[in-house]
Structures are given as structure tokens and as C-alpha cells.
């Protein structure tokens, strides 16, 4: 719909009648000719033909034109903002900055800030609350400036909504402020419902209440996982004004955010709860991260998983010393093969039974392992028995050293052993060796096979009582206990009743033994119970934002209870130590959303829409158009007094003048973008199925660096001849002789036959759209390297906010799965590749040269660059401007001075071109240099 | 933009000799047509290539009886037993009367010519009495200028045209002879009925006349479009065309038919009919007419 700011100028209209009269009754001046054969023409013409009016079409266009100005000047709008100034008095705001602002923030910033202006103009003070802030935040009342300064620093946190607070006191500040007028109460809500209802606003207090409300809620949120036997199902909730089918995408990450697998997430018509089902074996389920829904950059749309439903620690304890010469004798080879592959395995050293027990347990495992352990030193009993009734699962196997312990009422067994054990495989004995019984029904072992082929020669056996049966896991055929388990207060042991050699069975060598462990090792409570990390006070760890990105914890995080809610001072993330952390999520289980709604008793009640969203002025086109009349006009009047005339014998200069005209109306209506977006829509349907094969030929034919074209003529052209100019300098420094450049369009071009894509970002051109994003990532995850140039190095300095090509270049980046960055650390191989180098500059300095950061150092050992995975960085960028100090004319000559104007700079950046295309086409082998004297020193020179 | 064609100030005569005179050193001394010439006494300085009263030798011949015994040249005859008679070269001078048109509408040129018509007409006059008074013709110029044969005699007629202020728009045609050549350098513009009347009366008397149209490129092309005022230099008066470009055919047939005419009463009456173009150099209309004056390119 559309709307007038000034309607009383449409009453111009009413002059249309008399514009009308006037333009039929003036006709355009004549060019006045002298003309000698006069009185030839005077046979043609009668005096009274010549027309003294203007044509009825000259007229009309007229008239289009003074309607146009008309309308333009009564500054119409499409969806016009509805007037916000609610009162003349004080102005309170209740911005709610949650989780899902994020879309639409800055909708929300300028119509808060219209308020606030507004209050200025009036000279009100403004009272500003945010729905996630500290408690003793300030409120105000502030000044018009330091209330906008104030609303510029405010930023969505990755919290729900809480405006109780906020609005209790913005009704006692407005309390203070009532007396000089009513103030009016503007929430600029986003749409939800908080989990505690929102109190009527105090009518005493403030006289009208504002509700802006988002036009489109798209709040979308995963809700819980549950790591079932063989999936992981992830819940999802969505608003509920969005209730069509819809089918998207959760990936799962490690917790180096590298995507492990991906998985529909499925919302059913008129639901507004979906599911998604990551099907992966369990070793890989264990090393999922968080799971977010892709391109939903919200910190609802993340789930942080602990280490709850990650891998366990398991701590194998043996009495006897291994033998390093008989690993296949060794009690514990059999368990730790068996365990390493879902399992981290700690064994601890030493023959001191005491201190190897209490090793254990300090590395805080999941579940223990005693392999033959009969008795234990006292201390280590009872720590261990306290470790148990903890939480911790303890299992236990048999063998010879157990066997002739008297248990006795041992806690750690869960059952009575009879001393010593029973051959069933004997010179003396009548027994058969016993195979294994169907698994019971109940019980941890349920649903697995029973083994056929394994047969039982010696167990120790369980001393029958009462509790016998139900202790029972697995038997033999003939019914005697094969395993048995307890609980012991919250913890579990249990006990195989062969040894976990091959000696008393061929259980341990058989493939039922890992799964068995696996259900085990499943049952544990993980996390490593007894330790810190369950319970008690913990430290944040690694927060979300607000754009469900997982960094560091801002300075107003506070460590969080067990129970402790998320909140603005304990945002979602992640909680505790590095080894052990819980992750607190922002939505409970079964969380859905709902509206928000006032209630039916608030005080008087306006509904707006954002700012933004809605209001569209429509004077640049109108006023566009009437320009464009006007140039008609003039056109029309020259072409009718004549002075085309000359051009009337070219009609073809008359028609490209004409369509001049009308390319240069048409340009400052909708400006140049116009042709290339254009270009750009047209892209994606075009997009290329196969490869060009010619094109492929010629790419693969010789190596060579790509760049990406930006559609600006000069930055593809210097860019151009940076790429030429490091290739030479490439061909006469190294063994590497690159092809000509090849500009590549990302939206259709194929990228795979690049080591390097070099981007110059471009903030004036139009962006890239998000299928050639998909194709950049894919580029990137399947190794290849984007070196993105933001080439702000000069100006960014001067600006403090991100410069447009930086966030241009974040606005890229959000869609895609992009790993930690650093900066190059000083030991990293692109410090020395081929040339030894300290910095990165390009045409400017100073930028670092942003890469995927190495791995954490663990402990003391270094963590670079030995660490580092043999992949290559897939992304790196700098603000440098390579290409810029690269570019050389045909004759070698540098296009462009560096800054400072410094031959050795321009030098600098050959060398950082020619050590990155080293490190693209030969990896980290360079990193091996840093083992040479590890190497020599074991050749032993 | 600005008006296609304009006034003119009338061109300055000394200028104009000058170039009158570059046109007319590119042609040979004009000789006008012997043959065409009546019994002239007014003797010349050229020979006419024939006999006849003059003052070079010309031939011998034999006496034929009856002439005049005065003429035997006796020494001559002398020599053998013939009688010969002394024959000299005719000398004879022809007058030419020149006429270029002075009225306002010979004061204009559009912005493709060079030059404007009246100086168009007075360059073409002045070249021919350049010509002419090489030659030894006598050279005239209705009301302004008597037959006169002398070398300087361009010069002579530059100065009394120069002198003379207000020429009238006809020329005053009683005095020009029977047996004499009329070049009238004009833009014929006026009605073909009036310009049939004026000239008539001397094809009766055996004059011979020359028309002289000059014509500027935009009155034949007619290239005016649009809304137009016309304006009369003659007459100053106006006439509006809201569309010219649409009466433009119906114009270029008229003006053409108009030349038509004119050139068909010249070659009825013997006369001749000579079209020059002011986006044209004058050469090409002088070389025609020293043509047609010597006899040369008429038939």
C-alpha cells in the first residue's frame, strides 16, 4: 500500500485543468528561417494551417510530467511507517537483542534510532533497555547522542528474550520521568514469547505502548539430541507461523568445526517441531561437536554436545607387568585393541599396584578395566570403590591372581567368588569346553548375537545366592555366569569371568568381545564420573554468539551452576576445562515457540512494523520518471522545431541519442547494478552441468593461478597483471613456470583445476550469490586454497569500523564452513616455503596474513608445525593488496607504487606470492625441516 | 540551433574583384562568338581571325572587278601578272552587358555555401568584365556602367558599382543594343511571368541573353524540418510551416518546375540558361559561359 508523507501537495492536481489550457494554447516557438524563394513556399501553404497548438501527445506527456512532480512531492511511500511519535513526552525503549535478531538488527537499530531522534527533536529524554543485559545495566534517562551511542554498541546476545527485567526497571526509571509527561513505551519485541509472560505495563506509568513485531519470524532452533543406538536424532523446533513442509539441512561438526556429515532435517506440514536422523557409526557420532542447521547463522540453530555423549576414557589397570617381547600374552592387549577405536585408553605405568590405581583415576577415566587384579592395596580399594559409588564403571577380569584371592564380601566384585576356578578343558576333566548362552533379554548385552564359536575352558565361578540371576549378563550354556554386573550407589562394576587373555577362552579374540566392550563402555556415565567436570561451579569455556558461532567468552560471562539457566551472564557454550566441560544449550528439551501476544489489559496499544522492512520511499523513482518525461519533452520540442533535422537524415543517431537519453534516465533510477544484476540473475540458471571440455584442457594444461573476476574493470585488470607478474617472477625464481592467469567466475566456472584462486574483494560489486558460496566451500574442503584480498590495508586503519570490503568479505564467509584463523605464526611453513620470511606484505603492510589455525598445543610440546595436518590452509586472507604490488606492465615495470614507496616491500611480496604457491603445490614438506635434527640425531651423526 | 541560412551584408566590391579576378585568370582571353556578331565598326584590339576592317594584314586576294581600285596593293601586284587586293584582319570589339541582381534576396546564404549569392553574382560579373575587357570587348552595365572598352575595364565597372548606392532591383534594359550579349546574373526568384515580360522585348531587338541563376543549396534541398518560420528578405513577410519537412518534396517540385520554365524560355529563344550553386565553386558556371559567349559550348 502506499502512503503520502505531505498528502496536501496531491491538491496540485487541481491545477492540471489550467496546465492543460495553457499547453493547448501555446505551441512551441518556430526557428525563424530566412527563406528567399518565400513566395514559391506561399503556393504550398495557407496561412491558416499553421498550427498554433501543440500535438494532443506533447500535451499528455506534459501533463504525465507535472503529475509525476506532483506526486513525488507529496513524498509518497510504499507500506508507509506508521507515525511513531506516540506522545510528546519521555520515550522509553525495550529492545529485545536475542538470539534470533540477528536477521533483522539493523531493522530494529534504525527504528529505535528514528525513536530516539524523534524524543530529540522533542527534547525528551530516552529510557533504553535491552531484553539481554547485564543486570545493573544503565537505563538512562539519556540525551539523544548518548542514547544512539548506547543503541550502536547494543548487539543481539544468544539468549532468549528476558524483558521482565527490563521492563521493571524501565517502569521505575519512567516513574521518575512521569511527571513531565506521559512516557510512552515503544518494545521493539522480535516477535516471540519469553518463557516468563511479559507483565502488563503500568498505565500510571506509561501512557501508550508501542509493539513493533518482525513482518516474518524465523526463529528455527534444534532443541535436544539424543544419541540413539545407531543415530543421532536431533530435535528441532520453528515458529509457528511458519507451518508449510520444509526439508533442511543439519551438519555436524568435530570440535575443530570440521563438518562430519550432514542430514535433512524434516518439518512436517502444520508441525512445528522436526527431526533430523545423523546416521553414523558410533565411533563418529562420538566426535560430533555441535550440530547446527546450515545457513541459519542463529545461536538457536546450534547444539553444543559434552562429552555426555562423546567418547569415554577408559583406564586399563593390569597386575601383571606386560611382557614387551609377548604382546599377544599381555592381559590388556586384547581389551585395548578392542576399546581403541571408541574409547581414549590411559594405561597407566608402573608396578606399584597403589599408584597405578590412583593415576588412573586421576585422569578422571569413564570406566576402569582390572584385568586380573585380585587384591588391591587398601587406599587403592577404597578411592576406588568411592570412585564407583560416583558414578565410575569398573570391569573386572578374571584370572589366575583373582582366582586364588578370597573375596569374600568384596564390594568391587558383583558377586561371591568361589576360590580358585573350574577347568572345563582338562586331561582330568568330563567337561566339554562351554560355549556362551543367548544374551538375555535384559541386561546390557541385550539384542546381540550370542557367539558360536567361542568356547569357555576356565572361568572362576560365582558363589549362587539369591542375587545371582538377576546379576547375570551373559552365561554359559550350561548356565553358569559368564559376566555379571552390579550397581554400587550410581556407579556399576562388573566382571568377566574369564581372563582377558586367550588363555582361559577365546572370548577376548573373538569379535562379540568388542562389542560387548562397546556396550559396556556405553553403559559408563561418561564425562568421567567422580570428576569435576559434572558437577560443581565451572568456568565458561567457549561461548556462542549470537550468530551461533562458538569463540571466547565475553567479559560479561560468569562461571554457571549445574542448574544454572542460560542467561545474558551465562550464554549458551561451553562450560569448564578444555578435558571436561558441560555444554549448556539455549533450549531445553521440547522447547516450542509462541508469539508474542499482549495482554488484553495493556495500555493503549499501537502495532507497528519495523522501519526497514516496510518503508519504501518512492520520490527517486518518481522524481526519476519525471526526469526521464522531462528529457522526452525536450527531445520531442527539438525534434518539432526542427533541430534534428540534421540528424533527421541519420535516423539511426536520432534513435541511439534517444535510447542515450533514456540509458542515462534509466541509470540513475535503479543505478548501474541494474545490467549486472542482471547478468548475475541469469547466472545460476546457467550453470554449467559439464565441463567445458576445451576449457578444462586449456585450464589443466599448464598450472595456473586463478582469480576471480569482480566485474570492475580496473580491479580485474590490475589483478590480471599481479597473477602475470608473480608468475614470471614465479618462472625466473623457482622451478615452477605458471601459465597465463585464469579469471574464473565462481558462479559458473569449474574451480577444481586451481591450486589458488586469488579473490580481490570488491565491496561495490554485486555479491556472490550462495550457490557459488557452495562452490567455493566445496573448492576449499576438497583442498583447494582462496587467498581473499580485501586490499583495504591503507584505509581500514582510518576507519574503525570494518572497512566495505571486510564486510563484504564476512558476509561471504558467514555462509560458509570456514575453520579457526590465525594469523601465520611465526614458525608456520609459509614463513618458509622457499623464502625465509617474517611478514606478508603486498602493496601496503601491515595486514597479517590470516590461515587456518594449528591444532592447540598440548602441553608443553609444540603444537606447529609437526602438528599440523598435511592439509594445506584452504583459506587465507589479507587486507595487503598482493595482486597491487604484483602488477607489472609488459615490460616488467610495477603499475602501482607500494606504500611506502619501498623496492624492497614490492621484493617482500614477490617472495610471500612464491612462498604461497610453494606451500599450495608442495604441501607441508617444508614443515619437515624442522625434524632434521631429530633425524640426524637418530642416524647418529 | 540556429537558422540554416542568413542575411548578409552585401560584399565588399574591392574583395570581390579580387577573386573575380582569380576566377578569371583560370580562362583564356574571351573571344565573344565572331560569327555571331552583326557589322560592328567599333573596332577591337583582337583580330577576329577573318577579314574586315582592322589594321593588321590579313591576305592577299585577287581582285574581283568592281571593288575598289583603292584597295589594289600595288606592290603586290607588282610582282606578277595578278592583281591582288590587300585584305586586313577584322578588328572588331562586341559589347556585353552584365547585370547582377542587388536585391535583399540575393543578400543570403545558408550555412552550406561559401559564399553568399550576391557575391556569387557580382564574382561571376566582374570575372566576365575581366575577361571581356582582356579581350578588348566593350563591357556595359544597365544603369550604372556605359559600354566602355578598356583593359581596366573590371576595375572601372568594380569602382562605379562600388560608387553606385542604390541600384535599382531591374535592370534598365532600353539602352542595351540589338546586337549585343545580355548576361543577367540573378536568383530568378520572382514569379516566371514577370521575368518572361521583363526579357522579351529583346529577343525582338536580336539581343542575346544569358541567364545566370544563382542558387543557394538549401532553396533547392529544402533540409528544414519542425516547426518553422519563413521570412521574406524581400518583403519580410512571414510564413509559419508547423511541419516543413512534410511540404518539402511539394517545394523542390516547385522551385525546379519554376527553373524549368525559365530554361525553356531561354532556349526558345536561343537564349542560354546557366545554374550555379554557392556550395559550388564559380569556375564551373564561368567556364560555361565562356563557352557559350565564344561560341564554343552551344551548339
Keep these: 500500500m502506499i502512503g503520502f508523507g505531505a498528502p496536501l501537495v496531491l491538491a496540485g492536481f487541481i491545477v492540471l485543468p489550467a496546465i492543460w489550457w495553457l499547453l493547448r494554447l501555446t505551441p512551441p516557438r518556430p526557428e525563424t528561417e530566412t527563406f528567399p524563394p518565400l513566395k514559391i513556399l506561399m503556393r504550398i501553404i495557407r496561412k491558416d494551417e499553421t498550427p498554433h497548438k501543440s500535438p494532443w501527445w506533447l500535451t499528455l506527456l506534459r501533463l504525465a510530467l507535472a503529475s509525476l512532480l506532483i506526486l513525488a512531492l507529496a513524498r509518497p511511500m510504499l507500506n508507509p511507517q506508521a507515525d511513531l511519535s506516540t506522545g510528546d513526552g519521555p520515550v522509553a525503549l525495550l529492545i529485545d537483542n536475542s538470539w534470533i535478531s540477528g536477521p533483522d538488527w539493523d531493522a530494529r537499530q534504525i527504528t529505535a534510532r528514528g525513536l530516539i531522534e524523534d524524543a530529540g527533536e522533542r527534547g525528551q529524554p530516552v529510557l533504553m533497555a535491552f531484553s539481554a543485559m547485564a543486570p545493573n545495566a544503565e537505563i538512562g534517562p539519556f540525551e539523544t547522542e548518548a542514547a544512539l551511542e548506547r543503541l550502536e554498541a547494543a548487539q543481539p546476545e544468544p539468549v532468549s528474550s528476558d524483558r521482565n527485567l527490563a521492563l521493571a526497571r524501565l517502569t521505575e526509571g519512567a516513574r521518575d520521568l512521569a511527571a513531565s509527561g506521559g512516557v510512552s513505551l515503544a518494545l521493539l519485541s522480535d516477535g516471540l514469547a519469553a518463557a516468563n509472560p511479559l507483565p502488563t505495563p503500568d498505565a500510571t506509568v506509561f501512557s501508550s505502548v508501542t509493539l513493533f513485531s518482525p513482518a516474518e519470524r524465523r526463529a528455527l532452533a534444534l532443541t535436544g539430541t539424543d544419541n540413539g543406538a545407531d543415530a543421532m536424532v536431533v530435535a528441532a523446533a520453528r515458529d509457528p507461523s511458519q507451518m508449510e513442509a520444509a526439508v533442511m539441512n543439519v551438519t555436524a561438526f568435530d570440535s575443530r568445526s570440521r563438518p562430519i556429515a550432514s542430514a535433512p532435517l524434516t518439518f512436517a506440514a502444520g508441525e512445528d517441531t522436526g527431526e533430523a536422523r545423523i546416521e553414523l557409526p558410533f565411533e563418529l557420532r562420538n566426535a560430533i561437536a555441535s550440530i547446527a542447521i546450515d545457513a541459519t547463522p542463529q545461536a538457536g540453530a546450534v547444539r553444543l554436545l559434552d562429552s555426555t555423549s562423546g567418547r569415554r576414557r577408559v583406564a586399563l589397570v593390569a597386575a601383571a607387568t606386560a611382557d614387551g617381547a609377548q604382546p599377544l600374552l599381555a592381559p590388556l592387549h586384547y581389551i585395548r585393541q578392542a576399546l581403541l577405536p571408541f574409547a581414549d585408553i590411559v594405561e597407566p605405568e608402573g608396578d606399584d599396584l597403589e599408584a597405578v590405581i590412583a593415576q588412573a583415576l586421576d585422569d578422571r577415566p569413564s570406566v576402569v578395566v582390572l584385568a586380573d587384579v585380585g587384591v588391591m592395596p587398601e587406599a587403592a580399594r577404597t578411592r576406588l570403590q568411592g570412585w564407583v559409588e560416583d558414578g565410575g564403571m569398573l570391569i573386572r577380569f578374571a584370572g589366575p591372581r583373582l582366582a586364588a584371592t578370597e573375596s569374600g564380601d568384596d564390594a568391587l566384585l558383583p558377586v561371591r567368588l568361589r576360590s580358585g576356578e573350574r577347568a572345563l578343558d582338562g586331561a582330568l576333566s568330563w567337561n566339554e569346553p562351554q560355549p556362551i548362552a543367548a544374551f538375555p533379554a535384559v541386561g546390557p548385552f541385550a539384542g546381540l548375537p550370542a557367539p558360536q564359536d567361542v568356547s569357555v575352558r576356565r572361568q572362576v565361578l560365582a558363589e549362587p545366592d539369591i542375587s545371582t540371576p538377576e546379576r547375570t549378563w551373559a552365561s554359559l550354556t550350561d548356565g553358569t555366569p559368564l559376566v555379571t554386573g552390579r550397581t554400587l550407589e550410581r556407579g556399576t562394576v562388573a566382571l568377566f569371568h574369564v581372563g582377558s587373555d586367550a588363555v582361559w577362552s577365546n572370548l577376548p579374540i573373538s569379535g562379540s568381545f568388542v562389542d560387548m566392550l562397546r556396550r559396556l563402555v556405553r553403559l559408563s556415565s561418561a564425562a568421567g564420573s567422580g570428576g569435576d567436570a559434572a558437577g560443581g561451579t565451572l568456568a565458561p569455556l567457549r561461548t556462542l554468539d549470537a550468530q551461533g558461532r562458538l569463540g571466547q567468552p565475553p567479559a560479561t560471562a560468569k562461571p554457571a551452576e549445574a542448574e544454572t539457566p542460560v542467561s545474558f551472564e551465562n550464554p549458551p557454550g561451553l562450560y569448564g576445562v578444555a578435558d571436561g566441560f558441560r555444554a549448556m544449550n539455549l533450549f531445553a528439551a521440547d522447547t516450542r515457540f509462541a508469539p508474542l501476544e499482549p495482554g488484553a489489559d495493556w495500555p493503549t496499544l499501537t502495532r507497528a512494523a519495523y522501519a526497514d522492512t516496510a518503508e519504501t520511499d518512492l520520490r527517486g523513482p518518481l522524481f526519476a520518471g519525471g526526469l526521464l518525461l522531462l528529457l522526452l519533452d525536450a527531445l520531442a520540442v527539438l525534434w518539432m522545431s526542427g533541430a534534428l533535422r540534421g540528424a533527421a537524415r541519420a535516423p539511426r543517431r536520432v534513435a541511439a541519442s534517444a535510447a542515450l537519453g533514456l540509458f542515462v534516465a534509466g541509470g540513475s533510477v535503479s543505478g548501474i547494478d541494474h545490467a549486472r544484476a542482471q547478468s548475475t540473475d541469469n547466472a545460476p540458471a546457467a550453470q554449467v552441468t559439464e565441463i567445458d571440455e576445451l576449457a578444462a584442457i586449456e585450464a589443466i594444461s599448464q598450472t595456473r593461478i586463478a582469480y576471480v573476476l569482480t566485474g570492475n574493470a580496473i580491479i580485474d585488470e590490475t589483478t590480471e597483471a599481479g597473477i602475470r607478474g608473480l608468475s614470471d617472477y614465479l618462472a625466473s625464481r623457482t622451478a615452477l613456470e605458471p601459465g597465463a592467469p585464469m579469471a574464473v567466475n565462481p558462479e559458473t566456472d569449474e574451480l577444481a583445476f586451481y591450486p589458488l584462486i586469488y579473490w580481490p574483494i570488491d565491496p561495490d560489486s554485486p555479491a556472490p550469490s550462495a550457490a557459488a558460496l557452495q562452490r567455493i566451500d566445496a573448492y576449499m574442503k576438497n583442498g583447494g586454497t582462496v587467498l581473499f584480498d580485501t586490499r583495504d590495508q591503507l584505509t581500514s586503519g582510518l576507519d574503525p569500523n570494518a572497512s566495505p570490503a571486510t564486510r563484504r568479505l564476512r558476509d561471504m564467509l558467514a555462509g560458509m564452513n570456514i575453520p579457526p584463523l590465525e594469523p601465520v605464526p611465526q614458525d608456520h611453513v609459509l614463513t618458509k616455503s622457499f623464502f625465509i620470511l617474517t611478514e606478508f606484505p603486498g602493496r601496503y603492510r601491515g595486514s597479517p596474513l590470516w590461515v587456518e589455525a594449528a591444532n592447540a598445543p598440548v602441553g608443553d610440546q609444540p603444537s606447529r608445525p609437526v602438528r599440523t595436518l598435511d592439509g594445506i590452509t584452504p583459506i587465507m586472507i589479507t587486507g595487503n593488496d598482493f595482486a597491487g604490488a604484483w602488477a607489472a606492465d609488459a615490460f616488467g615495470e610495477p603499475l602501482y607504487a607500494t606504500v611506502p614507496d619501498d623496492p624492497l616491500q614490492r621484493l617482500y611480496a614477490y617472495r610471500a606470492g612464491v612462498n604461497i604457491m610453494m606451500v599450495m603445490l608442495t604441501g607441508n614438506y617444508k614443515s619437515d625441516q624442522v625434524h632434521v635434527p631429530a633425524l640426524l640425531e637418530r642416524l647418529g651423526q | ?299
Design chain 2, 1 to 299: 540551433m540556429t537558422a540554416l541560412g542568413a542575411r548578409v551584408q552585401r560584399g565588399d566590391r574591392a574583395t570581390v574583384l579580387a577573386r573575380s579576378r582569380a576566377r578569371a585568370a583560370l580562362l583564356p582571353d574571351l573571344l565573344v562568338e565572331a560569327r555571331r556578331i552583326a557589322n560592328i565598326i567599333t573596332p577591337g584590339w583582337h583580330g577576329r581571325r577573318r577579314r574586315g576592317i582592322g589594321e593588321e594584314f590579313w591576305q592577299y586576294r585577287p581582285y574581283a572587278p568592281g571593288e575598289t581600285v583603292a584597295r589594289i596593293d600595288w606592290r603586290r601586284s607588282a610582282r606578277d601578272e595578278h592583281i591582288y587586293v590587300r585584305d586586313l584582319e577584322w578588328q572588331a570589339a562586341h559589347t556585353v552587358w552584365l547585370w547582377a541582381d542587388p536585391s535583399p534576396s540575393m543578400l543570403f546564404q545558408s550555412r552550406g555555401a561559401t559564399i553568399s549569392k550576391e557575391s556569387r553574382a557580382l564574382v561571376i560579373v566582374l570575372a566576365l568584365a575581366e575577361l571581356l575587357s582582356r579581350s578588348g570587348e566593350r563591357i556595359a552595365y544597365p544603369g550604372a556602367f556605359a559600354p566602355t572598352a578598356s583593359r581596366l575595364g573590371a576595375e572601372r565597372l568594380a569602382a562605379s558599382l562600388y560608387g553606385e548606392t542604390a541600384l535599382a532591383d531591374q535592370p534598365d534594359l532600353s539602352h542595351v543594343g540589338g546586337a549585343s550579349d545580355l548576361v543577367i546574373v540573378s536568383d530568378f526568384l520572382d514569379e516566371p511571368e514577370a521575368i518572361e515580360a521583363r526579357f522579351a522585348p529583346l529577343a525582338a531587338r536580336g539581343t542575346r541573353v544569358h541567364f545566370v541563376e544563382v542558387a543557394d543549396p538549401v532553396e533547392e534541398s529544402f533540409p528544414y524540418a519542425g516547426r518553422t518560420e519563413f521570412l521574406d528578405p524581400e518583403t519580410g513577410e512571414k510564413l509559419t510551416a508547423g511541419r516543413a519537412e512534410t511540404i518539402a518534396a511539394e517545394y523542390r517540385a516547385l522551385y525546379l518546375a519554376r527553373r524549368e520554365a525559365l530554361s525553356r524560355f531561354a532556349q526558345t529563344r536561343g537564349w542560354t540558361h546557366t545554374v550555379t550553386h554557392t556550395d559550388a565553386l564559380a569556375s564551373a558556371a564561368l567556364v560555361r559561359l565562356f563557352g557559350l559567349l565564344s561560341g564554343e559550348g552551344s551548339a
